[in-house]
């Protein structure tokens, strides 16, 4: 199998210490999906190095003429878009529908943000002086690190690529090691769209080795990052130490609510997709059901219904609800998790394994799981678990069920179910969370709107639609003063 290398400077360049990785599939890991590049520092330094070179040209070049470029890109991955799904699908075992959902999404954000190209970006401000002519111009901040996770391989990066590249930025993406393939074809499809060399680079590797040298080399002059708060507070240690801009989103702990008058058949159809859909490993996915007391158990029911008979296939099958997830340490830390709610947090009515027969042997499966009368405390029901686990929660009322989802230290996003007006508007007012969703499912946010966390979940930046272009450029202030008046 021919290895796939960085993408450095507009060549594709092999890692200097001839190390590479094979990238396996998690639905049956005696496939090898594809060999990379295992790059050092110095493949980082290269990066920053071109990418700082290539920033003056691509600054200079007009909004619309960047936008052609993003346009162009949109149309090839548009192209390829199955075959991208099906090595997305088989890279990082999220099920092909939603795989292919995702590209799609992909091909969005780059004509969406190719749009903006055309799009004004300052304003005019009245000067208190005469005759002078005061205004705001966005200008691009230089060379941008992207650190991306594995879970969105191609709505992440280019949901943060691509609105740095219109507003004039370069950038160096190292994409998550369980997912650098994908990147890689998205590498691919920048050079075919006619990327000037320089302007977009990938190096793959370890996020430990490789992290440290791209936030620390002198030409970075950003940081964006999703993943997990570990690494989200050392990234932020190290760019407020070397005194450049950063933006991080990290983890979730997502309610939803359901109030008695709720459609209970309608909820449970949404949570449970919010829980299992991707075995539960989005950000924004629902990992507690905060449900009245008077409805917990009907709703229980409806809920254990539905998640016995989801379909749990290798990824690439067309029937897959859920896949498998990522990696075996992701797998052991969620049955640790499944142990301690089995342990006393709560009551096992869904799952609580590993599913057994031929078809799963080889792949890191976990059961879809649901525990019923968990504590608002418990650890099921306050740490981010990353896997197809959901946690019932028995409240009061709607006032004690906003008071128990917002009992946790992240706040991502939220739901709620009800057709009671005055509840819902309660809701929105004391909700922590920077998505608040009423009958909608806690995932699934557009990419026109803001998106990013309170608390814990990020770090008070918003990234994608228009607020993407406040860490992206930075605003310079200009008055114009004619010498000899006019
Ligand atoms: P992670 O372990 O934090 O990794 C994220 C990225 O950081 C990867 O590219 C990783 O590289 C890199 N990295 C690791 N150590 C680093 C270091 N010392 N310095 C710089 N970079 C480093 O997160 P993950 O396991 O991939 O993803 C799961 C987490 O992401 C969850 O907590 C989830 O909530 C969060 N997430 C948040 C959002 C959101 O928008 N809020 C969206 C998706 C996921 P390697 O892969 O090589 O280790
Ligand atoms: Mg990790």
Not at 411 to 436: H, K, P, Q
Request: a negative charge.
């Amino acid at each position: 199998m021919t290895t796939k290398h960085n993408w450095i400077g507009g060549k594709w360049v092999p890692s200097s210490n001839g190390e590479t990785r094979a990238v396996r599939n998690p639905s049956n890991t005696d496939e090898v999906v594809g060999v990379v590049a295992w790059s050092t520092e110095k493949e980082i330094a290269d990066a920053a190095e071109a990418a700082q070179e290539a920033f003056p040209a691509w600054k200079r070049l007009p909004g619309p003429a960047r936008a052609r470029i993003l346009t162009k890109a949109a149309q090839i991955l548009a192209g390829r878009l199955e075959e991208v799904a099906q090595l997305l699908s088989r890279e990082q075992g999220k099920p092909i529908g939603e795989a292919r959902g995702e590209v799609q999404r992909g091909v969005d954000l780059l004509q969406y943000y190719a749009g903006e190209g055309w799009r004004s970006v300052g304003e005019v401000i009245p000067s208190a002086a005469p005759d002078t002519l005061m205004y705001t111009i966005r200008e691009p901040l230089g060379v941008v690190g992207v650190i991306t996770p594995w879970n969105f391989p191609v709505a992440i990066p280019l949901w943060k690529s691509a609105p740095a590249l219109i507003y004039g930025n370069t950038v160096v993406l190292k994409p998550a090691a369980d997912a650098p393939l994908t990147a890689l074809a998205i590498a691919e499809i920048f050079e075919e769209a006619g990327i000037p060399p320089g302007v977009f680079n990938v190096v793959t590797g370890s996020g430990s080795t490789l992290g440290d040298a791209l936030i620390t080399h002198e030409a970075v002059k950003a940081v964006t990052f999703t993943g997990s708060n570990a690494v989200g507070s050392h990234i932020a240690q190290l760019a407020a130490a070397k005194g450049i801009k950063y933006q991080l989103e990290m983890g979730g702990k997502n309610a939803a609510i359901v109030l008695a008058d709720a459609d209970l058949d309608k909820a449970a159809d949404i949570v449970v997709s919010g829980a299992m859909r991707f075995a539960g490993q989005k950000c924004t996915a629902t990992s507690r059901a905060i449900v009245e007391r008077s409805v917990i158990e009907a709703f229980a029911d409806k809920v254990v219904e539905r998640v016995q008979s989801l379909p749990v296939r290798p990824a690439t099958d067309e029937s897959a609800y859920l896949g498998p997830v990522v990696n075996q340490s992701q797998r052991e830390q969620i049955l640790r998790y499944i142990e301690t709610g089995k342990a006393g947090e709560g009551r096992l009515v869904a799952g609580g394994g590993v599913p057994q027969g031929p078809m799963y042997e080889k792949g890191y499966f976990v059961e879809p799981t649901v525990f019923v009368d968990v504590r608002p405390d418990a650890a099921i029901a306050q740490e981010e678990i990353f896997g197809p686990v959901l946690a019932l929660i028995p409240a009061d009322d709607v006032k004690h069920a906003i008071a128990i989802a917002n009992g946790v230290r992240y706040g991502l996003s939220a739901s709620l179910f009800t057709n009671d007006l005055t509840a819902a508007m309660r809701y929105i007012r004391d909700i922590e969370v920077g998505m608040v969703r009423i009958n909608a499912e806690t995932a699934g946010v557009e990419l026109q709107a803001p998106f990013g966390g309170y608390k814990a979940s990020s770090s008070y930046s918003r990234e994608q639609g228009r607020a993407a272009i406040e860490f992206f450029t930075q605003t310079k202030t200009v008055a114009i003063v004619p010498s000899g008046g006019l």
